[in-house]
């Protein structure tokens, strides 16, 4: 499978990526990068350095610095740490963007392999909005949309009514669910049914030294966030769920409706199911386990 991230590494993040190297369905033909866990030169730095740690030769195309809509939210630094990764905070700066935009890079692809590629949103959704504001017929040219995002039947984790990266930009979110591609919601009705503990990052790293050791070293600092806040032993997959998404929809139960987020005041970030819109499959229940053993085992199988 042909398949884009649009991304905003961040810890999770990092997991997903990758994921997608591990997994021998993903044909991984770039990294899109935005704001969000933090800002957007450092996400991008992130997925640069990934890349060549993971020994992949995917570009990376910068994306949006700040949110379309007029509420835009400082990054989500007390989550992922200052720089994205914990309390890892030198990484270098490997190689540089491609000559394109997120947006326009999406675009491109899409066009490119018409059909074929499925775009799997980590972030916010505001280089997605706008690749879909820049072409109307993006939304058609790409397989499947697959969007780690939203609580749809459960309450928020940035705020008791939304999700991070729906908070992150509401009006992109609100864009895209009013005339949604093909569309996989992957929010936190299934990712916290995802849980990964220390003893799984500890279990990873012995198997995968360089790869698993890097991941279970950023996740200390989100580990501490999650205990901290949510009173939890361990740390929802998120992105990874989402990418695994990708490939495994049976693992899923998904029921399909409208959506709207609301894009002002108390509530904003919250995504509420409508009639009145285009469904979308929104995952209600997951294989939780079966995500983290699949996670794992791919995982572990890199260096
Ligand atoms: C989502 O928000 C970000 O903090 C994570 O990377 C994930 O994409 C979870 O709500
Ligand atoms: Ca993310």
Redesign the pocket.
């Known amino acids: 499978m042909k398949l884009i991230i649009d991304t905003?590494p961040?810890i999770?993040?990092a997991m997903a990526i990758a994921y997608a190297a591990a997994a021998p369905e993903i044909d991984l033909i770039g990294l899109t990068t935005v704001f969000?866990?933090t800002h957007v030169h450092q996400s991008s730095r992130n997925a640069r350095f990934l890349l060549d740690k993971l020994g992949l030769e995917a570009p990376v195309a910068e994306g949006a610095a700040f949110a379309l809509g007029e509420t835009s939210h400082a990054p989500?630094e007390h989550?992922?740490g200052p720089e994205g990764f914990g309390d890892i905070t030198e990484i270098p700066q490997i190689g540089a963007n491609h000559r394109l935009s997120a947006a326009e890079f999406l675009v491109e692809m899409a066009r490119q392999h018409k059909g074929e590629l499925v775009v799997c949103a980590?972030?916010p959704l505001t280089n997605i909005a706008e690749a879909i504001r820049l072409d109307p017929s993006f939304a058609g040219n790409i397989q499947r949309l697959v969007i780690?995002g939203g609580a749809v039947y459960c309450p928020g984790?940035i705020t008791e009514h939304a999700?991070?990266?729906i908070y992150h930009d509401a009006s992109a979110a609100d864009a895209v669910f009013a005339a949604p591609p093909d569309t996989v919601l992957v929010g936190?009705d299934v990712?916290l049914k995802t849980l990964y503990e220390t003893a799984d990052f500890e279990a990873l790293a012995a198997r995968s030294l360089d790869m698993g050791g890097f991941l279970r070293d950023i996740s200390r600092f989100y580990l501490k966030f999650y205990k901290e806040v949510g009173g939890l032993d361990g740390c929802g997959l998120?992105?990874s769920t989402a990418v695994i998404a990708c490939t495994h929809e049976p693992m899923f139960e998904t029921v399909e409706t409208g959506l709207q987020v609301i894009v002002e005041g108390p509530e904003i970030g919250a995504t509420r199911p409508v009639t009145s819109r285009p469904p979308v499959r929104v995952c209600r229940d997951v294989d939780g386990a079966g995500v983290v053993s699949l996670f794992t085992e791919r995982v572990a199988s890199l260096p």
């Open positions: 905003d961040g999770d993040d969000g866990n989500s989550v992922h980590v972030g780690m984790n999700e991070a990266n936190l990712t998120h992105d």
